[in-house]
């Protein structure tokens, strides 16, 4: 079955029972062919929905000494510890680091858009895997601040665009770019089209 | 935007042709026992995370809620599978259909491999591959719904 849906979206629509169950019933119908291969496309299209805005308050500035980043990162603990209790922890913290680690993390990037190379601004494990943490820390606090479903990526976008750490990771990764670092070392700190 | 960049780089790479695609019909659904498998890299907090290019698989347990997504691409939507386990794994659904007598059962194991692999797949489509046919024959399923991401 060919589903035109955001990718990371197989089932099409979080938190919609019947739009899941009309696609499993698609599917199983299929097994009905007497002779196959069998290739078909989803009745319903969902395009990239980009546009829709996820709009999240963030907490105010807890430690003005801090920089903003690690500031943010750190008042947003209470938010991710109520949207684990809620959802679970899915895409949250789990590759390299615990919540408790995230603003030391966060700390570590702020270095490098300062100037410390890389391998010595003590990343606390694989860089790519600590951004995706860091990432899905945010997107998880997300859940709660918003009280509801973000459209596909949505999430992405306000981390990125409207978040100090997402705008923190962004430059990171351009100053890694531009300072010749190897490709795998910047490129997958962030979605390719970033 | 971002999905549509992506599909069209995912359209340039090359595709497995086979010569005589297998094809089987189906006992009645309602008799039917159906697993999940995904390529999502999820897993049970417990088990060990998926490596980059990892081609081994996690088996989830039907009974359990509690997985993580271990997938190294950056390059998708996480959010929807952060508020529904159900947008890759639907598990709550088929137990649904399950209740209604739709489908016959829901397999006590369904498997997650890693999206991000080489072109070849060679040692999923040799080994892991088969190796996970295997665990799903031993619990009778007669059908999987392939979640990809």
Redesign the interface.
């Known amino acids: 079955m060919i589903c035109h849906f955001p990718l990371g979206r197989p089932l099409g629509v979080p938190n919609d029972a019947e739009f899941q169950t009309r696609l499993l019933s698609a599917l199983f119908a299929m097994l009905d062919a007497q002779s196959g291969p069998v290739l078909e496309t989803f009745e319903t299209r969902l395009d990239d929905i980009a546009e829709e805005q996820l709009v999240c308050t963030l907490p105010p500035r807890l430690d003005p000494d801090e920089h903003p980043a690690v500031d943010e990162a750190r008042a947003l603990k209470n938010a991710y510890e109520r949207a684990v209790a809620k959802h679970g922890n899915r895409v949250g913290v789990s590759r390299e680091l615990e919540a408790a680690d995230i603003p030391e993390a966060v700390q570590a990037f702020v270095r490098i858009e300062q100037g410390t190379a890389m391998d010595e601004a003590g990343i606390p494990g694989v860089p790519m895997r600590v951004a995706q943490d860091i990432r899905g820390y945010y997107q998880t606090a997300a859940l709660e601040l918003a009280e509801h479903s973000p459209g596909a990526w949505a999430g992405e976008d306000w981390f990125y665009n409207d978040t100090e750490t997402g705008r923190l990771m962004l430059s990171v990764r351009r100053v890694l770019k531009d300072a010749g670092a190897p490709h795998a070392a910047w490129f997958f700190l962030s979605p390719g089209d970033r | 935007?971002?999905?549509?960049?992506?599909?069209n780089m995912v359209a340039q790479l090359p595709c497995p042709e086979f010569e005589a695609?297998a094809?089987t019909?189906?006992k009645p659904?309602n008799e039917?026992r159906v697993a999940v498998v995904?390529s999502a890299a999820l897993h049970h907090?417990e088990d060990d995370?998926f490596a980059a290019q990892d081609t081994s698989f996690r088996i989830l347990d039907a009974t359990r809620?509690?997985?993580?997504?271990?997938h190294?691409s950056?390059?998708?939507?996480?959010?929807?599978?952060?508020?529904?386990?159900?947008?890759?794994w639907?598990i709550?659904?088929?137990e649904?259909?399950a209740e209604q007598g739709?489908?016959g059962s829901v397999a006590p194991r369904h498997l997650a491999f890693a999206g991000n692999q080489d072109e070849s797949m060679t040692s999923i489509r040799l080994d892991s591959g088969p190796q996970a046919a295997k665990l799903l024959l031993e619990d009778e399923v007669d059908?999987v719904?392939l979640?990809?991401?």
């Open positions: 935007m971002t999905d549509q960049d992506i599909k695609p094809f019909t189906a659904l039917c995904t907090p995370n809620r509690d997985v993580h997504l271990g190294w950056p390059n998708f939507d996480r959010s929807g599978f952060a508020a529904d386990i159900n947008v890759i639907p709550d659904r088929l649904e259909l739709v489908i059908v719904v979640t990809p991401v």
